[in-house]
C-alpha cells in the first residue's frame, strides 16, 4: 500500500536555504513511498520512491522572462526536489543506501558532497512557469565505496498540458563535508 504524507514545512526551508529568496520554487511537496517485497540486491532500492511537488516562478533569477519554462529552471527545479526527496528519505531512513547518514550529516554535506553526473532534459510542450507541478521517482539508488549513486527521472507538467521531463544520476560523497574550492 502506498504511504503519502507532505514534507514539513520546517524540512522544506531547510531545503530551500541556499537558494536565493527569488530562486525557491517549491511551495509545497509530499512523498509517496511504496515498500517492495524481500530479496532486494544490495544495488536496488527497497522501495518506489516519488517527490511530488507544487512549483512556482514568480520571475526568473537569471535572464528576463521567456515566458516559458526553460533549461536553466529545469535543472533548478530538479535540484530542489532531488534535495527535498534525499532529506526525507535520510529523515525516514528509507533508502539502504544512505542509512550511514543521519539529517544533520545530511544537511552539511547537501552542497559539497553532491555532484551531478549526468542530466538529460526534453521540452515537449511549452510549459507556464508560473504554477506547475513537479514529480521526481527514485529508480535506483546504490553504494560503489564511500559514494552513494541515486538515479532518479523528473517530470513538469501543468494545467494546459505543458510537458518536459528528463532524467538525474548524482553521487553523495559519505566522507566528512569536502571545503568548497576557492
Known amino acids: 500500500m502506498i504511504e503519502r ?12 536555504v541556499p537558494y536565493r529568496h527569488n530562486c525557491k520554487y517549491v511551495k509545497r511537496m509530499w512523498i509517496e513511498y511504496l515498500p517492495v517485497g524481500d530479496g532486494v540486491t ?3 532500492s527497497e522501495a518506489s520512491i516519488v517527490g511530488d511537488a507544487e512549483l512556482t516562478i514568480e520571475e526568473s533569477c537569471y535572464i528576463d522572462s521567456t515566458g516559458h519554462f526553460n533549461a536553466v529552471e529545469f535543472q533548478i527545479c530538479a535540484n530542489q526536489l532531488m534535495y527535498a526527496t534525499f532529506a526525507e528519505c535520510v529523515r525516514r531512513r528509507l533508502v539502504r543506501s544512505m542509512l550511514s547518514l543521519d539529517l544533520q550529516g545530511y544537511w552539511e554535506r547537501r552542497l559539497p558532497n553532491v555532484l551531478i553526473t549526468n542530466v538529460t ?6 510549459l ?3 504554477k506547475f507541478r513537479g514529480r521526481h521517482q527514485l529508480e535506483r539508488s546504490y553504494l560503489i565505496k564511500d559514494r552513494v549513486f541515486w538515479e532518479g527521472t523528473f517530470e513538469y507538467t501543468d494545467d494546459e498540458g505543458g510537458l518536459a521531463d528528463g532524467s538525474i544520476v548524482n553521487t553523495l560523497f559519505l566522507g566528512p563535508p569536502l571545503a568548497p574550492k576557492g
Open 5 to 16: 504524507w507532505e514534507i514539513s514545512p520546517e524540512i522544506l526551508a531547510e531545503v530551500l
Open 42 to 44: 544490495a544495488d536496488q
Open 121 to 126: 532534459s526534453a521540452y515537449k510542450k511549452v
Open 128 to 130: 507556464n512557469p508560473r
